[in-house]
């Protein structure tokens, strides 16, 4: 199984910082991974596929970016609505896994 | 508008059975793939199990195999998960999610997801 290995599991920070969250990945992904959002007692919401391209009708300021099997998701101006649980998820084969989650809380 | 309603969720014995039910509506329920995604008290995310659009496809988790079945009823645009020898550790919120894309085979993003239906397995 492809493990996912987010960080940090935390990271406290204010409106309109940058912010940046790391998946790492256990073996070559081939760019095929996704990230979502979760706020409590809500289901997740997708945000971003083949790692770096954006869904249709998320901010601009989410980015997504790979270097090997280091992938990163970037919020270039933290905003309230801003603040969930971050997840990565592997979709290069199965079993499908996700990373630990990052949880965006405010400093 | 894609919606998605999972039910089904209870409160069941140890080694006991549940069927989880997911109604679709909003979309050509008999193109996508469809998965069930868990999330564990206070955890994160596991994906469960998903079937193809065509119902020529299933997968699952380890942790699952050999006790759950993933169905579908393209006729009534629902999605099923039959559980067996349920045990603590399958406590959890059951999340239905449709594929991002189409009859797209292998890999699999989770695009629209519904609002969960929680399972408690009492010991």
């Known amino acids: 199984d492809i493990q996912m290995t987010q960080s940090p599991s935390t990271l406290s920070a204010s409106v309109g910082d940058r912010i940046t969250i790391t998946c790492r990945a256990s073996q070559t992904i081939n760019n095929w991974l996704a990230w979502y959002q979760q706020k409590p007692g809500t289901a997740p919401k997708f945000l971003i596929f083949k790692a770096s391209s954006l869904e249709s009708g998320v901010p601009s300021r989410f980015s997504g970016s790979v270097s090997g099997t280091e992938f990163t998701l970037t919020i270039s101006s933290l905003q309230p609505d801003d603040f969930a649980t971050y997840y990565c998820q592997q979709y290069h084969s199965y079993p499908l896994t996700f990373g630990g989650g990052t949880k965006v809380e405010i400093k | 508008e894609v919606h998605l309603v999972e039910s089904g969720g209870v409160v069941v014995q140890s080694g006991g059975s549940l069927r989880l039910s997911c109604a679709a509506s909003g979309f050509t329920f008999n193109d996508y793939t469809m998965h069930w995604v868990r999330q564990l008290p206070g955890k994160g995310l596991e994906w469960v199990s998903l079937?193809?659009?065509?119902?020529?496809?299933?997968h699952y988790a380890d942790s699952v195999k050999g006790r759950f079945t993933v169905s579908r009823d393209n006729s009534k645009n629902f999605l099923y998960l039959q559980m067996d020898s349920l045990a603590a550790e399958d406590t959890a919120v059951y999340y239905c999610?449709?594929?991002?894309?189409?009859?797209?085979?292998?890999?699999?993003?989770?695009?629209?997801w519904g609002q969960g239906t929680l399972v408690t397995v009492s010991s």
């Open positions: 079937i193809s659009w065509d119902v020529d496809t299933t």
């Open positions: 999610a449709r594929d991002r894309l189409p009859q797209v085979r292998g890999g699999a993003v989770f695009h629209s």
